[in-house]
């Protein structure tokens, strides 16, 4: 079974920055890709950005590409989402989800995605 852990999020104000993190633990995998996903009050969930464990490529949202950078740390398990220049439309519930069928390029559709955390808070103040 697979567990993945988020934590790092917390209540922050609008220019800001948080680093959320995810640590996987369980199943060993040969190839696959881990994301983030959030989902704000009242919206659908949706993607926010992906990355591949073998080959390292990325994938953001449009929403967030040049504030927010996605990294791993093969040796811990751990991928990590480092959230700078936060607007109050960033404030959701950040999901981390472990994608199994994705290998060299991540993928950004929910439906694909395996394995999901419990979810972690973030909200940035105006």
């Known amino acids: 079974q697979v567990q993945l852990v988020e934590s790092g999020g917390g209540l922050v104000q609008a220019g800001g920055s948080l680093r959320l993190s995810c640590a996987a633990s369980?199943?060993?995998?040969?190839?696959?890709?881990m994301g983030w996903f959030r989902q704000a009050p009242g919206k659908e969930r949706e993607f926010v950005a992906a990355i591949s464990w073998s080959s390292g490529n990325t994938y953001y949202a449009d929403s967030v590409k040049g504030r927010f950078t996605i990294s791993k740390d093969n040796a811990k398990n751990t991928v990590y989402l480092q959230m700078n220049s936060l607007k109050p439309e960033d404030t959701a519930i950040y999901y981390c989800a472990l994608d199994m069928g994705s290998d060299y390029y991540p993928r950004e559709f929910e439906y694909l995605y395996d394995y999901w955390g419990q979810g972690t808070q973030v909200t940035v103040s105006a």
């Open positions: 369980g199943r060993t995998f040969i190839s696959y890709a």
